[in-house]
Nanobody, 121 residues
Framework: QVQLVESGGGLVQPGGSLRVSCAASGSIFSINVMAWYRQAPGKQRELVASITSGGRRNYADFVKGRFTISRDNAKNTVYLQMNSLKPQDTAVYYC???????????????WGQGTQVTVSS
Protein backbone atom coordinates (compact mmCIF):
# COMPACT_ATOMS: atom_id res chain seq x y z
CA GLN A 1 0.00 0.00 0.00
CA VAL A 2 1.11 3.53 -0.81
CA GLN A 3 -0.48 6.70 0.50
CA LEU A 4 0.05 10.36 -0.26
CA VAL A 5 -1.16 12.65 2.49
CA GLU A 6 -1.35 16.42 1.98
CA SER A 7 -1.41 19.01 4.72
CA GLY A 8 -1.12 22.75 5.16
CA GLY A 9 -4.04 24.11 3.19
CA GLY A 10 -6.33 26.81 4.54
CA LEU A 11 -7.61 30.33 4.20
CA VAL A 12 -5.22 33.17 3.42
CA GLN A 13 -5.65 36.79 2.38
CA PRO A 14 -4.59 38.03 -1.05
CA GLY A 15 -0.88 38.70 -1.11
CA GLY A 16 -0.28 36.21 1.68
CA SER A 17 1.73 33.00 1.80
CA LEU A 18 1.00 29.37 2.49
CA ARG A 19 2.99 26.15 2.37
CA VAL A 20 1.44 22.79 1.60
CA SER A 21 3.17 19.47 2.16
CA CYS A 22 2.68 15.95 0.87
CA ALA A 23 4.21 12.88 2.45
CA ALA A 24 4.34 9.53 0.73
CA SER A 25 4.28 6.42 2.90
CA GLY A 26 4.00 2.69 2.56
CA SER A 27 5.87 0.18 0.46
CA ILE A 28 8.16 2.49 -1.55
CA PHE A 29 11.32 1.54 -3.44
CA SER A 30 11.84 4.82 -5.26
CA ILE A 31 10.00 7.98 -6.25
CA ASN A 32 10.58 9.66 -9.59
CA VAL A 33 8.63 12.84 -10.29
CA MET A 34 6.56 14.51 -7.58
CA ALA A 35 4.11 17.20 -8.53
CA TRP A 36 1.32 19.49 -7.43
CA TYR A 37 -1.89 19.91 -9.39
CA ARG A 38 -4.90 22.04 -8.61
CA GLN A 39 -8.55 22.04 -9.51
CA ALA A 40 -10.87 24.99 -9.09
CA PRO A 41 -14.66 24.60 -9.10
CA GLY A 42 -15.95 24.04 -12.61
CA LYS A 43 -12.46 23.77 -14.08
CA GLN A 44 -10.17 20.96 -15.13
CA ARG A 45 -7.30 19.80 -12.98
CA GLU A 46 -4.08 21.54 -14.02
CA LEU A 47 -0.40 21.08 -13.33
CA VAL A 48 1.08 23.66 -10.98
CA ALA A 49 4.67 22.46 -10.54
CA SER A 50 6.77 19.31 -10.66
CA ILE A 51 10.17 18.21 -9.42
CA THR A 52 12.30 15.21 -10.34
CA SER A 53 14.27 13.09 -7.89
CA GLY A 54 17.35 15.00 -9.05
CA GLY A 55 15.78 18.35 -8.25
CA ARG A 56 14.84 19.59 -11.72
CA ARG A 57 11.79 21.85 -11.42
CA ASN A 58 9.04 22.78 -13.81
CA TYR A 59 6.40 25.45 -13.22
CA ALA A 60 3.18 26.49 -14.86
CA ASP A 61 3.43 30.02 -16.25
CA PHE A 62 0.72 31.28 -13.91
CA VAL A 63 2.81 30.53 -10.79
CA LYS A 64 6.34 31.33 -11.98
CA GLY A 65 8.06 33.71 -9.60
CA ARG A 66 5.44 33.16 -6.89
CA PHE A 67 5.48 29.43 -6.05
CA THR A 68 8.44 27.20 -5.21
CA ILE A 69 8.39 23.42 -5.24
CA SER A 70 10.90 21.42 -3.22
CA ARG A 71 11.30 17.92 -1.91
CA ASP A 72 13.03 15.97 0.84
CA ASN A 73 13.94 12.61 -0.65
CA ALA A 74 14.85 11.16 2.76
CA LYS A 75 11.33 11.90 3.97
CA ASN A 76 9.53 11.12 0.69
CA THR A 77 7.94 14.54 1.02
CA VAL A 78 7.23 17.31 -1.45
CA TYR A 79 6.44 20.90 -0.55
CA LEU A 80 4.85 23.83 -2.33
CA GLN A 81 5.63 27.28 -0.99
CA MET A 82 3.05 29.71 -2.29
CA ASN A 83 3.72 33.45 -2.07
CA SER A 84 1.86 36.49 -3.37
CA LEU A 85 -1.33 34.47 -3.47
CA LYS A 86 -4.22 35.68 -5.58
CA PRO A 87 -7.95 34.87 -5.37
CA GLN A 88 -7.60 32.94 -8.64
CA ASP A 89 -5.22 30.54 -6.85
CA THR A 90 -8.20 29.25 -4.87
CA ALA A 91 -8.53 25.53 -5.58
CA VAL A 92 -8.08 22.07 -4.18
CA TYR A 93 -4.40 21.24 -4.44
CA TYR A 94 -3.49 17.62 -5.17
CA CYS A 95 -0.18 15.88 -4.70
CA UNK A 96 0.97 13.42 -7.35
CA UNK A 97 3.93 11.06 -7.42
CA UNK A 98 5.40 8.39 -9.67
CA UNK A 99 6.32 5.58 -7.30
CA UNK A 100 8.11 2.29 -7.76
CA UNK A 101 7.16 -0.20 -5.09
CA UNK A 102 9.90 -2.71 -5.79
CA UNK A 103 13.09 -3.03 -7.81
CA UNK A 104 11.36 -5.22 -10.38
CA UNK A 105 8.12 -3.25 -10.59
CA UNK A 106 7.28 -0.35 -12.84
CA UNK A 107 6.37 3.18 -11.87
CA UNK A 108 2.78 3.79 -10.85
CA UNK A 109 1.14 7.19 -10.44
CA UNK A 110 -0.48 7.95 -7.10
CA TRP A 111 -2.66 10.86 -5.97
CA GLY A 112 -3.32 12.43 -2.61
CA GLN A 113 -6.79 13.28 -1.37
CA GLY A 114 -6.35 17.01 -1.89
CA THR A 115 -6.13 20.03 0.38
CA GLN A 116 -8.24 23.17 0.02
CA VAL A 117 -6.49 26.50 -0.48
CA THR A 118 -8.73 29.55 -0.34
CA VAL A 119 -7.45 33.05 -1.06
CA SER A 120 -9.94 35.64 0.06
CA SER A 121 -10.21 38.82 2.09
Amino acid sequence: QVQLVESGGGLVQPGGSLRVSCAASGSIFSINVMAWYRQAPGKQRELVASITSGGRRNYADFVKGRFTISRDNAKNTVYLQMNSLKPQDTAVYYCNAEIQRGSATRMTMYWGQGTQVTVSS
